[in-house]
């Protein structure tokens, strides 16, 4: 079944496909095993292609933006993965409403609201993800969610049929999104307001600093690990159970902020897992509190 995997792969599309694909060389931790093929569709019809093919052939379908806020175990995955990273983001405006497409960066999204004299993004500012992993995680930061500033939504059903739902009828949560598992964004429409470019280029500084002096941006990360609970930030109690600096192999919680496990340098997936399930368990021994993971785990165990 793996062979026919990549040979209903093979010429499927124009865009680029990559069999046996390193998932550590495209996801932010910089962890995890081979994809069995990895699509690069160039647009959405392209896309629709190789979903409809997938749901006929029954493939199994991961979903890629910049692989962050991801950890893929160490066998990889079965099946077929699609980026949208690469051909999948136009942005274009008008007035103060922004279409962006989801294989956009969220960093690329906000430097052109601040280029048009925008303003409602800069919180974001750091986030590493794309408008799709975004609004698919309700990125947040700051008391700020991507949610407040949305208008609509734009999505593929698995039979590739495409519709677009406004922000009343879309169910956010922290950091979720309730959608199909098999639904796909494609687009992101946004409200902005106008502003003074000067003042909203200083608040995207601001965040910046913030961002630098509390996360650890030297190693990579799948950003934060864990929602925060009702009982307050999840870096607070990682940290009062004495886990800061703790690591399991190569994967360490960071000394700078206690919600972040960093890849010391070839680090294992298990590793990185092993590390989770340790800070979860020690958390609710000692706090009673039970974590719940914003970092998503998918591979073969």
Known sequence: MERDYKKWASGLIKGKVLFDAPMRQ??????GGPADSLFFPRDVNELKKVVRYARRKKIPLLIL???TNLVVRD???RGWVIS???GMKKIQMDGEV???EAGLSLQ???QFSVQKGLTGLEPFFGIPGTVGGGLAMNAGAWGSELKDVLLSVTLMKEDGEILEKSRSKLRFSYRGLAIPSSWIILKGRFKLKTGKREEILERVRSYSEMRKK???LDYPSAGSVFKNPEEGPAGKWIEEAGLKGFRIGRAMVSERHANFIINLGKAKAEEVIRLMEFVEKKVYEGKG???EREVKVVGES
């Open 26 to 31: 495209f996801t932010s931790m910089q962890v």
């Open 65 to 67: 933006g910049r692989g």
């Open 75 to 77: 066998r990889g995955v």
């Open 84 to 86: 949208l990273a690469q």
């Open 98 to 100: 922004v279409d962006a």
């Open 108 to 110: 690329r999204l906000i």
């Open 214 to 216: 509390r996360q650890p």
């Open 289 to 291: 509190i039970s974590l």
